[in-house]
């Protein structure tokens, strides 16, 4: 049965057997980080800045989802690298924290019978939450006077316009048959 989609509350966490010390599978990865993602808009303060994250996104780090999972920092940079080349999420990585955006993360949560079909093409609202990231980013990169900061910001963003071309190129694997 490939049709369809199901949903997964949040408190599978508080199981046992989530809870246990073996390190997860990239299947329990994956869904982990669905987990993970806001459902809802939120925001948090980084030092004196307010940092804007949207539903489908998650602010963290590779050492706490290295920890979480298990796994050493290389192995999580290599899976999430492997993610992003699927066009299953888009990574932004600053010397301040890592934003995971999960791709076609309102496609697969809500629940509407006239949703669209999933894509990896970037949408209108997701450019915007792209071009709201950056501004979040530029606004704390101005607060910040150390220049080889500034310029892994600068560049992490460069980064993000040269891959919007590669993830449009991975949409078979979000195709419904």
């Known amino acids: ?13 508080e199981n046992v057997l989530w809870q ?17 993602a806001n459902h809802k808009d939120s925001s948090f303060l980084m030092g004196v ?8 996104q998650k602010w963290t780090s590779l050492g706490h989802l290295a920890d979480r999972w298990h796994w050493s ?3 999580v ?12 999420i888009w990574q932004e990585r600053t010397n301040r924290g890592l934003l995971i955006t999960i791709v076609n993360y ?8 006239t949703t669209k079909q999933p894509t990896s093409q970037p949408t209108s609202q997701q450019t915007r939450i792209s071009q709201d990231i950056k501004q979040d980013i530029k606004q704390v990169s101005q607060r910040v006077t150390n220049n080889n900061v500034k310029n892994d910001i600068k560049n992490d963003i460069k980064n993000e316009y040269k891959n919007v071309n590669k993830r ?6 979000f195709v419904e048959e």
């Open 49 to 56: 800045s307010k940092i804007n994250i949207k539903r489908g």
């Open 168 to 173: 449009s190129a991975h949409s078979d694997f």
């Open 77 to 88: 940079s290599r899976y999430l690298n492997l993610l992003e080349n699927e066009g299953m």
């Open 1 to 13: 049965m490939s049709t369809g989609y199901v949903k997964i509350f949040r408190s599978i966490e």
């Open 106 to 113: 309102s496609v697969y949560q809500d629940f509407s019978p």
């Open 73 to 75: 920092r290389e192995r």
């Open 20 to 36: 246990d010390a073996e390190p997860f599978g990239k299947r329990a990865a994956w869904i982990d980080l669905i987990l993970m």
